[in-house]
């Protein structure tokens, strides 16, 4: 099966936090969703990468995200 893999340029701006968060979905071609696929989020200046799997039901989420640029691939 093939994966639309999304990438992701995500600029975090902290004003009065210090982090964030970032969630998704991740679907294949048909429009199905797609359970444990594997997301790395990696930062961009450091290369720094943090991996998660996706739920059952396709979706993601990313917590306490130092502010930074990242890209997130499926």
């Given amino acids: 099966m093939k ?3 999304a990438l ?7 004003f009065a936090q ?3 968060s970032r969630s998704g979905r991740v679907i294949d071609p048909g429009g199905g969703v797609v359970p ?3 997301i ?3 930062t961009v200046g450091t ?3 943090r991996e998660i799997q996706t ?10 995200l ?5 890209t997130i691939q499926a």
């Fill in 8 to 14: 992701a340029l995500v600029t975090l701006l902290s």
């Fill in 55 to 64: 739920g059952a039901d396709g979706t993601y989420r990313v917590d306490s």
């Fill in 3 to 5: 994966i639309i893999c």
């Fill in 40 to 42: 790395v989020v990696r």
């Fill in 66 to 70: 130092p502010a930074g640029q990242y």
């Fill in 36 to 38: 444990g696929a594997t």
């Fill in 47 to 49: 290369g720094a990468a």
């Fill in 18 to 20: 210090d982090s964030a």
